[in-house]
């Protein structure tokens, strides 16, 4: 067996311990997701992450909201504001409420009797919806200023 003897120093340089960030959504009404990761490479480690809103999970929860209170033709128009509801809605012969149908090649079935009282409803009843919000997404005029009112 041979000894080695060694008489200088020496230093060990490793890769530092990380742990990146646990992030977590309740998975139930917050629309949200997370990412995390971690790098480490010699004498040097990093880590991050970050979280982000589904707009689709939340267009589908607001849309479930406003059919809870009754306003279904609200929601189906929040939910036309994705291309693939639009284009199933279409399909249907429908048309979603504030959007005008795109001209196709072939001739469009019959709206329903329901469909037809949901729009003529909306139509007749922009004043109900006082929301600035609602109203642009239902592509409905602003509501007139209070100091325009004042003037009359």
Do not use: H, W
């Not at 607001?62 to 284009?87: H, P, T």
């Amino acid at each position: 067996m041979t000894t080695v003897d060694y008489g200088g120093t020496y230093t060990v340089k490793t890769v530092p311990n990380i742990v990146a960030p646990s992030l977590t959504t309740t998975l139930s009404d917050t629309c949200m997701g997370s990412a995390s990761f971690g790098l480490s490479f010699t004498g040097f480690g990093a880590t991050g992450g970050t979280t982000m809103v589904d707009q689709a999970c939340v267009r589908r929860l607001d849309s479930r909201e406003f059919r809870a209170m009754g306003l279904n033709d609200v929601a189906l128009a929040l939910l036309c504001q994705s291309e693939a509801n639009r284009k199933a809605v279409e399909s249907t012969g429908r048309s979603c409420p504030g959007m005008e149908r795109a001209a196709g090649p072939a001739a469009p079935a019959a709206p329903s009797a329901e469909n037809n009282a949901v729009s003529q409803n909306l139509m007749n009843s922009g004043d109900q919806y006082k929301d600035p919000l609602i109203r642009a997404r239902l592509g409905l005029d602003k509501m007139p200023e209070l100091t325009a009112l004042k003037d009359r």
